[in-house]
């Protein structure tokens, strides 16, 4: 698996953003995938995941209800669309994916469970 993310830039609060993250791999529809993000100074976060067979989505408390994920196998991607978006939100977010299988429940959370990363994208919430 090969990720690309794209779709970040600058957006006033309250506003909205999607972001995509292409597979350019054939395997696609056989990973379960998140995204992540990066604030300055602060580590990586789980904001949300969806399993490989698009049938169950997690979300951070700090997203939901404001992000959505989705994955169209069709075409390989996976997106978040980001309504609502707070100043708090600013952060590089990242696209992962991981294939395996895991021994706890909870396994998307953790950034180093993930054995595939897209190279992130900057997202600015700001007026």
């Known amino acids: 698996v090969q990720l690309q993310a794209s779709g970040g830039g600058l957006v006033q609060p309250g506003g909205s953003l999607r972001l995509s993250c292409t597979d350019s791999?054939?395997?696609?529809?056989?990973?379960?995938m998140g995204w992540f993000r990066r604030a300055p100074g602060k580590e990586r976060e789980f904001v949300s995941f969806?399993?490989?067979?698009?049938?169950?989505?997690y979300y951070a408390d700090t997203v939901k209800g404001r992000f959505t994920i989705w994955r169209d196998s069709a075409k390989n991607t996976l997106y978040l669309q980001m309504n609502a978006l707070k100043p708090e939100d600013t952060a590089v977010y990242f696209c992962?994916?991981?294939?395996?299988?895991?021994?706890?429940?909870?396994?998307?959370?953790?950034?180093?469970?993930?054995?595939?990363w897209g190279q992130g994208t900057q997202v600015t919430v700001s007026s």
């Open positions: 969806i399993r490989g067979t698009g049938d169950r989505e």
């Open positions: 791999g054939r395997t696609f529809s056989r990973y379960g």
């Open positions: 992962a994916a991981d294939s395996r299988t895991h021994g706890f429940s909870t396994w998307y959370q953790r950034p180093d469970e993930f054995e595939a």
